[in-house]
């Protein structure tokens, strides 16, 4: 049998017409149709019809098959392929309605970042043919782990063969894969999970927004459905779950830092109000020079209160669950270090606020404020800027006052020379609020923001809509200056001032700068606090809910006289003269005090000694390392000069150089009072 009969057989109502084709009438009539066809499209100019024709015969006269039942067989599988379409979606949307869950997660949500990052690494996604390529950034720690290899074969040096160039750098990083937009099927624990990312533009004027109508790109809403069979969502919250545990899984080494949002994303609300800006390694606690006791004593108090049994505490006592802390002092001297660090050890997230951001208003504090996690570091900056539209007001009234002034004197001749000093004075005497005013007056931001008063952060930080169980630390360099309100108990629980550095603080900030790095603690096993058995509110420095880690702390810099005497021996590069003191029993006799001054002064020479003893190229010990920095700390000014980050920032441009840096010390010390002292911003010596 060949296909023709079979064809015909299948389809009994062709038979008839595939019969005369056997005969070829029915190829003459085709033809003869096609030919009467061909004047009216005409053919002279259509060769398509002429090679159809060409097919045609062909395919009649050298297969035995007939076009036609070819073309009935066509259009037939075309409805069936339309018509099992039509079906399967029916059926589709039966099977979801009745026999399908489905969770809906919003890209203003943290979930959606974790479950993108997820799907990113799901082989069988990446290999989908629909994808979404993202540039990946990655942030210095990133890149830490692939630097070593990097750093060897693939950063070459630059032409001059001694810089390091990293142009190519760039080029290498592989661009992130997410499953794009539309449906997506994937197998994960023996399920089938369907994913439809749609995306759903918010503003619909093409992102135009913000001041004056300028061009502020806003970031589309997304929205993932994720379904799977069955009537229960279980499985979906299983992996839901799964994805967040994955995105967390190297975050216990790591502090997230985030920010408000851009104002167009704020409008929103929600979670999209804060922005991740920075994820940097934990900053162990040891690596903040403070006093011993302030710093266990907030360890302990933050411990107390994060408790889980604490709120029930609160809520018997009809207390707010609210801490705040004040960290007061000058600039430089670790308030944002110790509350970095203190997010560290806690394992929080740190939410910073600058009252200082142009941007942010009354309004938008509330609702940051209330889109708070539940356990979180809120670090308030600046905080002796709030008030300043209220400020801002009672300058306004000075100024209209000056107005009423110009007035009368033009009558008076006396208040125009009071006018003139006036005038001549607030020139000298430029304020930032001056600014504001301008800008006010020439239609810049402040027009639309007026800032945030005194009476709005308090709203935010303790009103109805404040967000209970964050860790607020506020910090100013002008804790004077601040309003009582803002720091009257149950705002501020407990205050913790930062001074210049001290010369403890000096030789630990030496020590910590020119230790090997193995020695400091890493970053990556944070301090845990042990539980408490239960809260105890009334927390004192040596409170036994601190962990022995903790305590540790206690200990740094207390070093007593017979381990300093220890010290000393031990050094190979000390002069015998000075080993010969650190054996004389009325030092050994001052066994269990702190540090004498005669004992520093053996330290200080011992140390004189080594450094003059060796270069930078030459090795040392952790114990001269010690009395190098004991020598450094007696030329720190007692009187409490320098701020730990100006000793920071010159240490560290000698941060291989120790010895170079005790040598270097005197003259930059001298230089940096002496530019201290005539108010310049220049460094004489750096
Ligand atoms: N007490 C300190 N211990 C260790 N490092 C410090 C200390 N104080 C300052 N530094 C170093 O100085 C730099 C600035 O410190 P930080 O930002 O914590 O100061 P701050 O008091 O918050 O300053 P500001 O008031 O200007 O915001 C950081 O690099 C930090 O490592």
Redesign the pocket.
């Known amino acids: 049998m060949d296909l023709n009969t079979l064809l015909m057989g299948a389809l009994p109502t062709l038979a008839a017409s595939s019969n005369t084709s056997s005969n070829n009438s029915t190829a003459g009539f085709t033809e003869g149709f096609m030919e009467s066809l061909a004047p009216l499209l005409g053919w002279q100019f259509n060769p398509l019809l002429k090679i159809f024709m060409v097919l045609h015969r062909l395919t009649g006269t050298h297969f035995g098959l007939d076009p036609t039942v070819i073309l009935a067989i066509g259009g037939f599988a075309w409805a069936l392929s339309k018509l099992c379409q039509q079906l399967y979606g029916t059926l589709f949307s039966l099977s979801r309605q009745y026999w399908m869950a489905d969770i809906h997660v919003n890209s203003y949500d943290d979930i959606y970042t974790h479950l993108i990052k997820w799907l990113s690494s799901q082989p069988e996604l990446v290999n989908s043919r629909s994808l979404t390529a993202e540039s990946t950034y990655m942030t210095p720690w990133d890149a830490e782990d692939q630097d070593s290899d990097i750093m060897a074969d693939h950063v070459p040096p630059d032409d001059s063969g001694i810089y390091l160039n990293f142009s190519n750098k760039e080029a290498q990083a592989p661009p992130r894969f997410i499953p794009a937009i539309g449906i997506h099927g994937f197998w994960h624990g023996g399920r089938y999970f369907r994913i439809h990312r749609k995306k759903e533009p918010v503003a619909p004027n093409g992102g135009m927004g913000g001041y004056h109508g300028s061009y502020t790109p806003t970031k589309d809403k997304e929205d993932l459905v994720i379904s799977c069979f069955g009537r229960s969502p279980e499985p979906i919250k299983k992996l839901l779950q799964h994805a967040k545990e994955q995105y967390y899984l190297d975050h216990h080494a790591m502090t997230t830092v985030k920010r408000p949002s851009s104002q167009n994303m704020r409008r929103y609300g929600g979670h999209g109000v804060w922005t991740e800006v920075a994820r940097r390694p934990v900053r162990p606690m040891g690596?903040?020079?403070?006093d011993a006791e302030q710093k266990v004593h907030v360890l302990s108090d933050i411990n107390e209160y994060l408790h889980p049994m604490t709120p029930q505490w609160y809520a018997n006592r009809g207390i707010p669950l609210r801490r705040g802390y004040l960290?007061h002092?000058?600039?430089?001297?670790?308030?944002?270090?110790?509350s970095f660090a203190l997010a560290g050890v806690f394992g929080l997230d740190i939410f910073v606020i600058s009252l200082l951001d142009p941007s942010l208003g009354e309004e938008d504090l509330a609702i940051l404020f209330n889109a708070l996690p539940r356990r979180c570091v809120v670090l308030l900056?600046d905080i002796d800027t709030a008030g300043l539209a209220r400020r801002l007001d009672a300058d306004e009234a000075d100024s209209s006052d000056a107005d009423d002034d110009d007035e009368t004197a033009k009558k008076d001749d006396s208040n125009s020379k009071k006018k003139q000093k006036k005038t001549k004075a607030s020139k000298d005497d430029w304020k930032v609020s001056d600014l504001a005013r301008e800008l006010k007056r020439h239609g810049g931001p402040s027009q639309e923001n007026k800032g945030i008063s005194l009476s709005g952060l308090l709203n935010a930080i303790d009103g109805v809509a404040s967000h209970e169980g964050r860790v607020l630390i506020m910090?100013t360099?002008k804790p004077e200056t601040l309003d009582e309100a803002l720091i009257r108990p149950g705002r501020v629980d407990l205050q913790v001032g930062?001074t210049n550095?001290t010369q403890e603080?000096a030789r630990e900030?030496f020590e910590?700068m020119y230790e090997a790095d193995h020695r400091v603690s890493p970053a990556h096993t944070p301090a845990k606090a042990t539980p408490v058995e239960s809260p105890v509110l009334v927390t004192e420095p040596s409170s036994p809910s601190l962990s022995e880690k903790d305590m540790n702390y206690v200990s740094d810099g207390s070093t007593e006289v017979e381990d300093i005497f220890e010290e000393v021996r031990a050094a190979p590069l000390a002069a015998p003269a000075i080993k010969t003191a650190a054996h004389d029993p009325k030092l050994l006799h001052q066994k269990g005090t702190k540090r004498p001054q005669l004992l520093l002064d053996v330290q200080a020479t011992a140390a004189t000694d080594i450094s003059e003893k060796g270069d930078d190229s030459s090795p040392f010990t952790p114990t001269e390392l010690s009395l190098i920095a004991v020598a450094f700390a007696t030329k720190i000014p007692p009187n409490q000069l320098l701020?730990?980050?100006e000793i920071?920032g010159f240490l560290l441009k000698r941060k291989k150089s120790p010895r170079r840096a005790l040598a270097e010390v005197d003259a930059w010390v001298k230089a940096t009072v002496q530019q201290k002292a005539n108010r310049t911003r220049l460094l004489q010596v750096q």
Not at 287 to 290: C, D, K
Not at 330 to 337: A, D, I, L, N
């Open positions: 690596t903040v020079v403070l960290f002092g000058p600039p430089g001297t670790g308030k944002t270090s110790l900056e910090t360099n930062f550095a603080q900030l910590r701020s730990p980050a920071q």
